[in-house]
């Protein structure tokens, strides 16, 4: 039987989303087949939640990791990739009925949920070049991140201001 997703990066990159519970079975042995087990050891053992992943990776090159995430928990805001094959058999869902506002409204899911499609599969064809480095890369960058933001959000509690910051946006001076 064929697997609906490329082999290794559905694994890999769940192993950081996923919840405890579920964890172990995505950093088994189909994450040890495409990272080495020093690097997967180092993946904290809460993962990073999908709330955080949007702090973390915001305006840079990995922004397609919350997007990914947000797939995976069928949380994108888009009808087309959020409802399941269970949602349309259970009733859970409702087909519109076919007007022209309804297929332009579904016109736009559609492009939406393409670009997020492309998105995420341009970060898996970029993983799939060096998926050990690059999966490490990743997580270095997703643990710096989270100290860097999370001394920031300590000292804002302290009141105290990052050394030579008056506290206004883009001033550094005194």
């Known amino acids: 039987m064929e697997k609906p997703f490329p082999p290794g990066e559905f694994h890999v990159l769940s192993g950081i989303f996923c919840p405890p519970e579920c964890r172990e079975q995505f950093l088994g042995e189909a994450c040890l087949e495409h990272v080495t087990l020093d690097i997967l050891e180092q993946v904290p053992a809460e993962g990073f ?39 349309l058999y259970s009733g ?46 990743i997580l270095e960058f997703l643990l710096g991140r989270r100290e860097k933001l999370s001394g920031a959000n300590a000292d804002k509690r302290a009141g105290r201001l990052p050394v030579g910051s008056s506290g206004e946006p883009g001033h550094t001076g005194g």
């Open 92 to 137: 859970g869902f409702e087909l519109p009925e076919w007007c022209r506002d309804e297929v332009e409204g579904f016109t736009n899911e559609w492009k939406e949920a393409d670009k997020m499609d492309e998105e995420v599969d341009n970060l898996f064809t970029w993983l799939e070049q060096d998926t050990p480095a690059y999966f490490k890369e």
């Open 49 to 87: 939640r999908i709330e955080e992943l949007n702090s973390l990776v915001a305006g840079t090159k990995y922004s397609a990791l919350e997007t990914w995430g947000k797939m995976l928990s069928l949380d994108t805001g888009n009808l087309l990739l959020d409802t399941t094959q269970e949602d």
